[in-house]
């Protein structure tokens, strides 16, 4: 799921390449979506590329390609992106193998029963939709009791590639310790002036803010201090296949 805005800017620009083969000018977007500035384009298209709709050319002024649209456009324009990250496996009786990339202590029959605790589901990290305001949970789901601490925790279904040298990948559900608070280099979820929630690296520069992808074909981004909020910390994640 997309804003609304960035559903605006990339379907502006997939049927422009349609239409004449050209991406639009920075001009032509801030036009078409009625900005005033053409900052906002730019986070939109930061945005777009993170979440894997959109990617451009490096060392090609305006050079810029659709890689999928949202599945109620259209099913995906080009395969996923995988990576030689192999974390430990953990078996559960789930019916499904599961990797588990978490603190673990637990091994032989303990593994047996450690899928023991139920967390809720709270949705998709690249959805845009701050997590402060989702009421209900879209289900739960099974983690090792050993994987968590004192406090509340909740999990997020990750899309996009800009955390893959972290090990994160597309399709990955994240499971995050609820809190306010985070150190220099912790992994968070991070919402964007009250409307665009990511996971992404915190780095705290002088005054400044800077989320960090682990993926080198994005930038990192820079905010001042009142436009982050950090909801939590990444404590595990888990896969299934």
Do not use: W
């Amino acid at each position: 799921m997309l804003t609304r805005k960035q559903h605006e800017l990339l379907m502006f620009i997939h049927e422009r390449l349609k239409e004449t083969g050209i991406p639009p000018s920075f001009d032509e977007m801030k036009m078409a979506l009625d900005l005033k500035s053409k900052s906002g384009i730019h986070r939109l298209i930061v945005a777009l590329e993170e979440r894997g709709f959109l990617r451009r050319m490096p060392n090609r002024a305006r050079a810029m390609e659709i890689i999928k649209l949202p599945e109620s456009v259209s099913p995906s324009l080009a395969a996923p992106r995988s990576t030689g990250f192999s974390p430990s496996v953990i078996e559960g009786s789930l019916g499904k193998k599961r990797e588990t990339v978490a603190p673990a202590n637990d091994t032989g029959s303990e593994q047996e029963d450690a899928y023991s605790v139920t967390i809720p589901v709270m949705g998709r990290i690249a959805a845009g939709t701050p997590i402060s305001a989702i009421q209900t949970h879209s289900h739960t789901i099974p983690v090792p009791a050993d994987m968590l601490s004192s406090g509340e925790h909740f999990a997020l279904e990750v899309r996009g590639d800009s955390m893959i040298e972290a090990g994160i990948l597309d399709g990955d559900t994240v499971v995050i310790k609820k809190g306010s608070t985070a150190d220099t280099g912790d992994i968070v979820v991070a919402l964007i002036d009250d409307e665009e929630a990511t996971l992404k690296r915190l780095r705290r520069k002088g005054g400044s803010i800077a989320l960090e992808a682990a993926n080198p074909a994005y930038e990192t981004r820079i905010f001042g201090p009142d436009q982050v909020s950090v909801q939590g910390k990444l404590i595990g994640l888990l896969r299934t296949y």
